[in-house]
């Protein structure tokens, strides 16, 4: 099992990223994803989290109306796709999966998911 969180780098303030997360080793279905974000010296964060139909999701009141999650089970994706960058969002971002027995089901604790990608670098600085 393993979840390959990708898209991360630096950009400047107001602009935009996509991040991937490639699932390998078991389906999308059954499965919620969510994205947290870990700036130094700070606990890791719920970002954004979407059910594994698709048909719900869930954002942090920070990155409300500039940041989207969403998935693509057929190739085995989940991304969040981040605009109006500003500098508080430089972090290491994470996926992670939970097996969820609802489908409509979002998920935002860390201590709900089973698999935790590796983390990418974002950074948004002038």
């Known amino acids: 099992v393993q979840l390959q969180a990708s898209g991360g780098g630096l950009v400047q303030p107001g602009g935009s990223l996509r991040l991937s997360c490639a699932v390998s080793?078991?389906?999308?279905?059954?499965?919620?994803f969510g994205w947290f974000r870990q700036a130094p010296g700070k606990e890791r964060e719920f970002v954004a989290a979407?059910?594994?139909?698709?048909?719900?999701?869930l954002v942090a009141d920070s990155v409300k109306g500039r940041f989207t999650i969403s998935r693509d089970n057929a190739k085995n994706t989940v991304y969040l796709q981040m605009n109006s960058l500003k500098p508080e969002d430089t972090a290491v971002y994470y996926c992670?999966?939970?097996?969820?027995?609802?489908?409509?089901?979002?998920?935002?604790?860390?201590?709900?998911?089973?698999?935790w990608g590796q983390g990418t670098q974002v950074t948004v600085s002038s």
């Open positions: 992670a999966a939970a097996w969820a027995l609802i489908n409509t089901k979002v998920v935002v604790t860390t201590s709900e998911y089973d698999y």
């Open positions: 080793g078991f389906h999308l279905d059954h499965y919620a």
């Open positions: 979407i059910s594994w139909s698709g048909s719900n999701t």
